[in-house]
């Protein structure tokens, strides 16, 4: 998934646009919109863009982001134990 559906939603709805206003602007039918909102279908990079500029926001905002793992930390080698 190259976008991220609950971003395209509150970015929709932030503009004040129905699913069928949005879908005209991108040039996709309103099923279709839906269905990428709701993470059930891709957007196309040509698509993203054409999102982004009909909500008046960066690209960056509707995609998808990754999370980041940190490497696990080093396992130390476990001590001998000494006895007294």
């Known amino acids: 998934m190259n ?7 509150y970015a929709r709805e932030a503009a004040g646009l129905t699913l069928k206003e949005l879908a005209e602007r991108v040039g996709v039918s309103e ?6 909102e709701r993470g059930q279908r891709n957007a196309t990079p040509k698509n993203l863009n054409k999102m982004a500029e009909a909500l ?3 690209r960056v905002v509707l995609e998808a982001k ?10 130390a080698e476990p001590r001998e134990r000494q006895t007294a």
């Open 56 to 58: 008046n926001c960066p």
């Open 66 to 75: 990754r999370v980041q793992t940190p490497y696990p930390a080093p396992v």
């Open 3 to 9: 976008h991220a559906p609950e971003a395209v939603k």
């Open 31 to 36: 099923p279709l919109m839906s269905a990428i």
